[in-house]
């Protein structure tokens, strides 16, 4: 299991970015991947994720409606849309599957709820800097 984020960068408040996730060694339709961020001083923090077989999608109430987590199994590639960026979206994003057999609904959950997040849960790619800032 690889996953390996990419597009991070420097953006202004208000702009956008997309974030890619490329995966390999498994597919989509078998394992869900969710977006997580960490800024400096804080807990990681889950973002987004769709769920495996039935791709569904939850979001952190701080990005819903400005986030958009989208897939494309024939690449086996995981996006992220940020749009109307804010400087407390800098951070760290990562992308990362869940260890165990859930689907997504767990993790989508933990998400949407904005439970705290276990690290040892979750199969981590290597992160990508978002920095938000005029």
């Known amino acids: 299991v690889q996953l390996q984020a990419s597009g991070g960068g420097l953006a202004q408040p208000g702009g956008s970015l997309r974030l890619s996730c490329a995966v390999s060694g498994f597919t989509l339709d078998k394992f869900a991947i969710g977006w997580f961020r960490q800024a400096p001083g804080k807990e990681r923090e889950g973002v987004a994720c769709?769920?495996?077989?039935?791709?569904?999608?939850y979001y952190s109430k701080s990005v819903e409606g400005r986030f958009t987590i989208s897939r494309d199994s024939t690449k086996n590639m995981v996006y992220l849309q940020m749009n109307n960026l804010k400087p407390e979206d800098t951070a760290v994003y990562y992308c990362?599957?869940?260890?165990?057999?859930?689907?997504?609904?767990?993790?989508?959950?933990?998400?949407?709820?904005?439970?705290?997040?276990?690290?040892?849960?979750?199969?981590w790619g290597q992160g990508t800097l978002v920095t938000v800032s005029s």
């Open positions: 769709i769920s495996s077989n039935r791709g569904l999608i």
């Open positions: 990362a599957t869940p260890r165990n057999s859930d689907t997504g609904v767990a993790m989508g959950m933990m998400i949407s709820r904005g439970l705290p997040i276990y690290d040892r849960l979750f199969d």
